[in-house]
C-alpha cells in the first residue's frame, strides 16, 4: 500500500497513460491504496470461511461492501462533486466496510476462536501457505504483466497506426470489462468447486473428486463457449452497453472484440486446471498452469510478433496485441491437456490402489475372524488369547497404503477386545514410530541370537533403545538340540540365551512385557 501511494505516478505512466486520465488515475490509486491492507485481511477472512465451508459468509459480507461501494458513489461523486476522487473514496471505504464485518462475524462467539497460541509462526504452516498460495501470487502477477504490456503496447503501436492511442487503450478498457465479467463468473464457479476438491482428494475419494471436476468443467464450458458465441455474433451490441465512437472506434472494437477474445474458452480452462491443482496441494502444476498464458505465451508473443508486423506494414503493429491473446491461448491449451490428462492417469491408477486396499482390508478381517474362531474351538485350558501381531517386521513407507492397513487391523482386533502387537528387527525401518502407527506394544529383536559374529553390546543397545521408546525386548533362541544321550548340542545357542536373561535382569526389561 505504501509502495503504490508513494510511487502512484510512475506506475501509473507504466500504462501509457497522459494529461488529465494520468493525473485522475495517480489520484484513484492514491486513496484506494489506503484501503489495501483492510483488503488483504478481508481476503484472508474470506479463504477461511470458505475452507471450513461456509462460503455464505463472505458471499454475503462482500455483497453489503458492494452496495455500500455502489450507494456512496453517485453521493461522493455528484452530491460532493468529488469526481474521480469521490469514486475512489465510496471503494476504499466499500473494501474496509467489509474488513470490520469480516472481523466482527470471525471473533464472534461460535465463530472462530483466536489465543495467543493462534499468533505463534509456525515454519511447516508458513511453508504449506507459501505453497499452496504461490499460484494465486503467479496468477495476480501475470494479470499485472499482462496489463502493463498489453497498454505499453498499444499506446505504442497505437500511435503509428490509423486508430491513434486513444481508441484501442478505450476499447481495450471496454474488452477487460467484458472478459472480467466472463471470467469471475468462471472464477466463483471453479472457487466453488475448491473446497469439494480439496475435502475428498484428502479423503482419498479418487472417484468424487473425478465426479466434482466434470461438474465444474462443463459449467465453465458452457458459460465460456456461451459467452464466446455472443462476443463472435454480436459484438455491435456488446459495445454499445459501454457507450458509443466513431467509425474508426466501432471499427477497431468489433475487430479487437473478435480476434483477442476468440479463443476466451481456453482462457477460462486454464483457470479451471489452476485453482483445481492449487486446491488439491499440487502447487507446481498449478504454477505453470498459471504462468503458461500470461507470461510464457502472452508477453513475448505480443512484443515478437508486434514488431514483426509494424516491420513488415507500417501501422498494422497494433493487430500484433489482437492475435497475441489467441495464440498463446492455442499454445496453453496444450500444456493443460498434459498436465491435467497425466494427473488423472494417475488418480486413475491410485483409485485402483484403492480397491487393492479395500479387498486386503476383507481379506484380513476375515485371516482375524478365522483365527478368533479357531482358538475358540480348539479347547486351549492352559492359554488366553490376548493379542495379534503384525508379522512385517519393518515399514514401507513408500507403500501409501500400509499405514492404513495398520489402522484397519488395529481397530478391528481392538472391536473384538484384543491388542495388535508389533515385534520389528533391531532397527528396523519405522521402529521409533510404533506409537503413532498405533501398536498397543512393540518388542524389539536384539538379533543377537542368529550368528556368531554378534556382539553382545547389540542386547544392551537393545535395552536402551527399548527403555526411551517405550518398547519390550523380544528374548531369542534357536531350536535346543539334543544328542541320544540327551546331552546339549547347540550348547553356545543356550547360552545366549541365558545371557538375554542376565541383561534383561540387568537393564530391567525382564520386568515388562516379553516375547520370545
Given at each position: ?45 474470506t ?7 461456509r ?34 473514496w ?38 504449506n ?64 468447486g ?75 480452462l ?23 498464458r ?22 498494422s ?11 498463446s ?17 494417475k488418480?486413475?491408477n ?47 513407507y ?35 514410530d ?26 544392551y ?18 531350536g ?15 547360552e ?21
Amino acid at each position: 500500500a505504501t509502495t503504490l501511494f508513494v510511487f502512484a505516478t510512475p506506475i501509473i505512466n507504466l500504462y501509457g497513460l497522459e494529461g488529465h486520465i494520468a493525473h485522475d488515475a495517480v489520484s484513484y490509486l492514491r486513496i484506494v491504496s489506503t484501503a489495501f491492507p483492510f483488503v488483504f485481511m478481508s481476503a484472508a477472512f474470506t479463504g477461511i470461511f470458505n475452507a471450513s465451508g461456509r462460503s455464505k459468509i463472505p458471499f454475503t459480507i462482500n455483497g453489503l461492501g458492494l452496495a455500500i461501494n455502489m450507494v456512496l458513489d453517485p453521493l461522493f461523486i455528484f452530491v460532493f462533486d468529488w469526481g474521480i476522487a469521490g469514486a475512489a473514496w465510496a471503494t476504499a471505504i466499500g473494501q474496509v466496510s467489509s474488513f470490520i464485518m469480516c472481523a466482527i462475524y470471525f471473533l464472534k462467539p461460535k465463530s472462530f476462536k483466536l489465543s495467543k497460541e493462534s499468533f505463534k509462526l509456525d515454519k511447516k504452516i508458513i511453508a504449506n501457505v507459501i505453497t499452496l498460495g504461490s499460484a494465486t501470487f503467479v496468477t495476480q502477477i501475470s494479470v499485472a504483466v499482462l496489463t502493463v504490456v498489453s497498454n505499453m503496447t498499444l499506446a505504442k503501436y497505437g500511435d503509428l497506426s490509423i486508430y491513434g492511442k486513444d481508441i484501442p487503450i478505450s476499447v481495450f478498457s471496454i474488452q477487460t470489462k467484458v472478459y472480467t465479467i466472463v471470467y469471475s463468473i468462471v472464477t466463483g464457479i471453479v472457487l466453488g468447486g475448491q473446497p469439494i476438491f480439496g475435502y475428498n482428494f484428502g479423503a482419498k475419494k479418487f472417484d468424487r473428486v473425478k465426479e466434482a471436476y466434470k461438474k465444474v468443467l462443463i459449467l465453465t464450458l458452457i458459460v465460456s463457449i456461451t459467452s464466446t458465441l455472443i462476443i463472435q455474433f454480436f459484438p455491435e451490441f456488446v459495445i454499445s452497453i459501454f457507450g458509443s465512437g466513431d467509425s474508426l472506434y466501432h471499427e477497431f472494437a468489433v475487430k479487437s472484440f473478435r480476434i483477442y477474445l476468440s479463443l476466451m474458452t481456453i482462457t477460462c480452462l486454464v483457470k479451471l486446471t489452476a485453482v483445481f491443482f492449487q486446491s488439491i496441494g499440487k502447487s507446481i502444476r498449478a504454477v505453470v498452469a498459471s504462468l503458461i498464458r500470461d507470461i510464457v505465451c502472452f508477453t513475448p508473443v505480443v512484443i515478437i510478433l508486434s514488431s514483426i508486423l509494424e516491420k513488415k506494414d507500417v501501422g498494422s503493429g497494433i493487430n500484433g496485441i489482437l492475435y497475441a491473446a489467441p495464440i498463446s491461448d492455442f499454445i496453453s491449451i496444450f500444456v493443460v491437456l498434459i498436465l491435467t490428462v497425466t494427473f488423472f492417469k494417475k488418480l486413475n491408477n491410485n483409485n485402483r490402489k484403492e480397491v487393492v486396499t479395500v479387498d486386503e482390508e476383507k481379506a484380513l478381517k476375515w485371516l482375524i475372524d478365522e483365527y478368533i474362531r479357531r482358538y475358540n474351538e480348539g479347547g486351549y485350558d492352559h492359554t488366553e488369547l490376548k493379542a495379534f501381531y503384525w508379522f512385517e517386521e519393518q515399514i514401507t513407507y513408500s507403500d501409501s497404503h500400509e499405514e492404513e492397513l495398520i489402522a484397519f487391523v488395529r481397530d478391528y482386533v481392538h472391536e473384538k477386545g484384543y491388542k495388535l502387537f508389533w515385534i520389528p528387527y533391531f532397527k528396523a525401518v519405522g521402529y521409533h514410530d510404533w506409537k503413532r502407527l498405533g501398536f498397543d506394544v512393540a518388542c524389539m529383536q536384539p538379533n543377537y541370537a542368529f550368528g556368531d559374529d554378534r556382539k553382545v553390546e547389540l542386547i544392551y543397545e537393545t535395552a536402551k533403545i527399548a527403555k526411551e521408546l517405550g518398547m519390550c525386548v523380544e528374548l531369542e533362541i534357536t531350536g535346543i538340540k539334543l544328542d541320544e544321550n540327551g546331552n546339549v548340542v547347540n550348547v553356545k545357542d543356550v547360552e545366549k540365551f541365558i545371557e538375554y536373561l542376565e541383561i534383561g535382569a540387568e537393564t530391567g526389561y525382564m520386568n515388562t512385557i516379553k516375547m520370545y
